[in-house]
Structures are given as structure tokens and as C-alpha cells.
């Protein structure tokens, strides 16, 4: 069974960061240095993890909500190579709009790694503008309507 939390940084930084750095950094050569900010602080966080029966305590997957007033940016999801093709980053973006509609958020972005675009384009995202290059990784930024 898989259990998505909604957390912050403080309390869960060390399984986020353990999810960020093994999808990011190690996986996609993301620059260290660009992939730590000072929004990580601010953000609601969501952290997906693995139950066993016993506990739920294996961390398998992360994204994070940046809120400013009637907008919000949903970034920085990763699932675990071993989790991927199983649904979880569905139900983690999912879980995200819900909170951003929660908080009366009207309009949704998204940063999307170019070969992920579909992934939000089956969520209801649609591309605005052209590519551009993010850590030397192609993105395009997508948005949603929630009103």
C-alpha cells in the first residue's frame, strides 16, 4: 500500500531530500547547486511512501506546492526508479491539485521535463510558451485552470 503525506520541510526533509537526490542529482545530473532553494522552507510538501503492514516508512516519491496568492507551482515531483509506471506520481499530482483547490489556488503551473509533458497533458495540463532549459534539461511550462 502506498500512503501520500502532506508534510513540510522541516519535519521531512531528510526523506526528501533522499527521494530529490536520487532522482535528480544522481539519476539526471541536475547540479547540486540547482537543486536546493530557499523555497523548500516556504512549500507544502508530499512525500508518498511504501506500507508494509507493519510501518510506513519507506520513502518512494516527493513533489512540492508553491503557493503565492490565487496561483501555485507544483514542482520538484520525483518517484523512485523501482515505483515508477505504477500510478504513484498520478496519485501524488493529484493529491497536489487537490491541496492547491483546498487553498483557492485558480491557476496551476508546472515546470515539465519535455519528455514528461503527456503525463500532464493526461492530467488536463496544457503547454504555454516554448521550450526552454533547466539544469541543461529540456522543459516546457504547462498550466491548468482549478475555477
Known amino acids: 500500500m502506498i500512503k501520500i ?9 531528510n526523506e526528501l531530500k533522499q527521494i530529490r537526490e536520487t532522482v535528480f542529482i544522481l539519476e539526471q545530473q541536475v547540479p547540486v547547486e540547482l537543486e536546493w532553494d530557499n523555497e523548500d522552507a516556504e512549500s507544502i510538501h508530499l ?4 506500507c508494509d503492514g507493519k510501518s510506513c516508512d ?3 516519491a516527493a513533489g512540492r506546492i508553491i503557493i503565492s496568492s490565487q496561483q501555485a507551482q507544483i514542482g ?12 504513484i506520481g498520478s496519485d501524488l ?14 491557476q496551476v503551473f508546472i515546470h515539465a521535463q519535455e519528455y514528461i509533458v503527456p503525463f500532464y497533458e493526461r492530467a ?12 541543461g534539461i529540456p522543459h516546457k511550462k504547462m498550466i491548468i485552470q482549478l475555477s
Open 5 to 13: 503525506i502532506q508534510t513540510d520541510w522541516k519535519t521531512s526533509q
Open 93 to 106: 499530482l493529484q493529491q497536489a491539485l487537490l491541496i492547491c483547490k483546498h487553498n483557492k489556488v485558480q
Open 58 to 60: 519507506e520513502p518512494i
Open 76 to 87: 520538484r515531483m520525483a518517484v523512485l526508479k523501482n515505483w515508477r509506471h505504477q500510478g
Open 124 to 135: 488536463g495540463f496544457q503547454v504555454v510558451g516554448e521550450r526552454f532549459m533547466d539544469a
Open 47 to 50: 512525500l508518498a511512501v511504501h
